[in-house]
Structure formats: C-alpha cells, structure tokens
C-alpha cells in the first residue's frame, strides 16, 4: 500500500508569490491534516478536512487555505508568501476523522518550502 | 486550551545507555497520548499510544504509562541503539492531534 505522497518535495519562492503544495492521502483514507513544522514553533496544526469538508482549523491567518478533493487528495495555498512561512509542512492522513487511538495519523515526507 | 510540553533537546547517550523524555500535557478530561518518531527527512510515525489512565504503550523497546495524577506520559527504553537517533514527539488527541516540540535524541557508538 503505497503512503503518503507530497509533491514537491521542495520548493524555493519570493515573498510576496503564492505557492500550492499537493498531498495524495493513503488509499481508503479521508481525513488529510496539515501541519506547519519550524525549529522554532515545533509541529503547528493548519487544518484537516474530511470527505471534502473542512473539520478542524487551527490559528493561522487566512492567507493559509487548503482544500479536499472527492478522491481525498488536498492542497494547500499559501499567499502572498511572508520569510516565516519557511518551513516543513506535513501533511497527514487517517481513516477518520477526530480518532487516532485505532486510526493512526499516517505523515508524508513533506514538503520544504523556503521563501528568500 | 490543550497543550503539551515536552523536554528541551538535544539528548545525547551513549549505545546502550537509558532512555528517558520526559512528556506533561495540559487537557480538558482525559485524552488518548501518543509518541511520534521522526527519522531524518522523514515524516512522523507513530510509535507508540495509551487510551487511558494507567495504560501502558510499548513498541520496539519503548515504553510510556499513562499517569493521571501527573498528567505525564514520559517515554523510556532501557538500552537505546545509534539507529534510535531521532526527533521523538509526545501528543494528544484533543479533536486532532497536538504535539509537543519533540525532543532530538543523538545515540553515539
């Protein structure tokens, strides 16, 4: 069973540009999370979506958004791209949503983003 | 709100030396906990998990107890090798999973 796949593995932007990053959830899955990962702030929550709804938001500005498609794949945008938005971000995802103990968060590799 | 707060890395040991991170959380009720383990340009995997109170998780040679009176869930293995070299992170379920800061741990030959 193939895991979870992010494309690209990394990218390099300008501030000010928007970027998309791409997560392919393991099959059958349909809760995706994302998470933003800085040696500074550790591993932030973004967002998760379930069955194409988002469930779960955590506290970044609205320039972070994402979205799930019916084949559970997600992206997520991020605009007008500030320095602080470098970092690791992971993307996860489970059978359900909310319930861990007997569905465990699946992560990808990630993806690294650094913005000059 | 939920929270957790692990301790500050880097560890350092030596092969075979004892392991201990120590793990506190901060949560309304009783959620499940869990350790993470992140190798080197990888992402998290989950290495171990308790439900509830006085559970104990183990997987390849770590262990964490679920204590509710110190709402700790400190991971330890008796005998830690170079390949355990890592970031490990304690979380909890709080709706969707929280983490702590993880905790780099070095093991030298």
Known sequence: ?116 | GDSVTQMEGPVTLSEEAFLTINCTYTATGYPSLFWYVQYPGEGLQLLLKATKADDKGSNKGFEATYRKETTSFHLEKGSVQVSDSAVYFCALNGGKLIFGQGTELSVKP
């Open chain 1, 1 to 116: 069973k193939a895991g979870v796949t992010q494309t690209p593995r990394y990218l390099i932007k300008t501030r000010g540009q928007q970027v998309t990053l791409s997560c392919s959830p393991i099959s059958g899955h349909r809760s995706v999370s994302w998470y933003q990962q800085t040696p500074g702030q550790g591993l932030q929550f973004l967002f998760e979506y379930f069955s194409e709804t988002q469930r779960n938001k955590g506290n970044f500005p609205g320039r972070f958004s994402g979205r799930q498609f019916s084949n559970s794949r997600s992206e997520m945008n991020v605009s007008t791209l500030e320095l602080g938005d470098s970092a690791l971000y992971l993307c996860a995802s489970s059978l359900q949503t909310g319930v861990f103990e007997n569905s465990p968060l699946h992560f990808g590799n990630g993806t690294r983003l650094t913005v000059t």
